[in-house]
């Protein structure tokens, strides 16, 4: 799994997310959120948090790689919610690559994270 970009698909249109210190610095800028509170506001409220990362992620991906990109926040609040909202599959596994996305590796039990180093006795 790449840590930095995940493909969400509602019905037939299929949208590329990045995630990342590009696409986190201009979601903090634009929400004016610090990581701690988006994660909070995720945790209290992923009816409304899921869905702004979500589409700041898609927007980001698309302005990055010179795609147009027609919606609005509202526009693509209202996609999700035809396809099921918040609690599908599609919007929890973004979620999912959204949070390992933002976790440190050592966090994330990589190969050898939690292996201590001994030294051999003598």
Known sequence: MNR???????GDQVFECSFGIGFLGELLEHTDLSL????????????????????????YNALRYGKEFTLNLYTFTDLIEANGGVTKPTVVNWLKAFVLSVT??????????????VK???
């Open 36 to 59: 701690q509170e988006i994660g909070v506001g995720i945790e209290k409220n992923p009816i409304k948090y899921v869905p702004l990362v979500m589409f700041h992620s898609v927007k």
């Open 120 to 122: 051999p006795s003598k």
């Open 4 to 10: 930095n970009k995940a493909v969400i698909k509602f």
């Open 104 to 117: 440190p590796p050592e966090i994330n039990g990589k190969p050898g994270s939690d292996k201590k180093k």
